[in-house]
């Protein structure tokens, strides 16, 4: 059964920082592109980072560009995010995906398909 487990979210001030994880099992981790979501009440869901299995492609949410960072630790089947100098509007459900089989852009812009899984989700509020 694959799971990928959220945690590290939180409540904290603006200009603070969090740093998520997501823990992946049941899945052959370097096969998959690998990504971080986020989806505010009442607001669509946004592609925020996109990480390749290699790392070699990285890429980033014009609105988190500089202040967030997507990294990865394949021995320990672990995907991160980094936030630094959070803003009130960052406030969301922060999800991690996976996919092995669709392009960088349909993943960032369509959610995981068939062959892909989301987790569930973890809080992150930020006050101003």
């Known amino acids: 059964q694959v799971m990928l487990a959220e945690s590290g979210g939180g409540s904290g001030p603006a200009g603070g920082s969090l740093r998520l994880s997501c823990a992946a099992s049941?899945?052959?981790?370097?096969?998959?592109?690998m990504a971080w979501f986020r989806q505010a009440p009442g607001n669509m869901r946004e592609a925020v980072a996109f990480?390749?299995?290699?790392?070699?492609?990285?890429y980033y949410a014009a609105s988190v560009e500089g202040r967030f960072t997507i990294s990865q630790e394949n021995a320990k089947d672990t995907l991160y995010l980094q936030m630094n100098s959070l803003q009130p509007e960052d406030t969301a459900m922060y999800y991690c995906?996976?996919?092995?089989?669709?392009?960088?852009?349909?993943?960032?812009?369509?959610?995981?398909?068939?062959?892909?899984?989301w987790g569930q989700g973890t809080q992150v509020t930020v006050s101003s």
């Open positions: 995906a996976a996919d092995s089989g669709c392009t960088a852009w349909t993943l960032l812009n369509m959610g995981p398909g068939n062959s892909g899984y």
């Open positions: 990480i390749s299995p290699a790392s070699s492609t990285i």
């Open positions: 049941g899945l052959t981790y370097i096969n998959y592109d």
